[in-house]
């Protein structure tokens, strides 16, 4: 667990210094804002899906490190992905984040979103790493309002 401590200062770091897939998207096919009033994250969330696909998907917006972090591996983890494999993922990062599954054992379909477990030490950090997905999970199912942590 030490090597997934060490990892997660450095990909923190690294997501949030450069995040990946971070601009507007012209063409996008769902938009979709999502805020964590607690700690100020606040996204916008850019999906283009074809044939049950998500074919690009990026992000904007300002928040804390965490929070920047997890839209940006997401975004980088879910293109290419189908709905189904999305919502998949999404369940598994959410058990990883409150520490109900040991990542370890889910490290070929996690691969660095495995890093968030260490999360789940502290539960006002959850909901910074959950957001994006969260919204994400929203935006794949249609839902027009945006989403809040609250
Ligand atoms: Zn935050």
Not at 18 to 33: D, G, I, S, W
Not at 44 to 64: A, Q, R, V, W
Not at 95 to 122: C, N, Q, R, Y
Request: proline share 3%.
């Amino acid at each position: 667990m030490d090597n997934l401590r060490d990892l997660y200062q450095e990909v923190i770091l690294d997501h949030n210094k450069n995040p990946r897939n971070f601009h507007k998207m012209a063409n996008a096919t769902r938009v979709l804002e999502g805020q964590n009033p607690l700690c100020g994250d606040h996204y916008t969330l850019f999906l283009k899906i074809e044939k049950n696909m998500i074919t690009d998907i990026s992000f904007e917006g300002s928040g804390c490190a965490i929070s920047k972090a997890s839209a940006s591996l997401m975004c980088a983890i879910l293109k290419g992905k189908t709905i189904k494999e999305a919502e998949k993922l999404f369940k598994l990062f959410h058990e990883v984040v409150t520490g109900d599954i040991d990542p370890i054992k889910h490290l070929a379909e996690l691969g660095k979103l495995a890093v968030f477990s260490g999360v789940s030490e502290f539960p006002m950090r959850v909901k910074c790493a959950t957001l994006a997905w969260h919204t994400m999970y929203a935006a794949l199912h249609d839902e027009k309002d945006s989403v809040s942590t609250e």
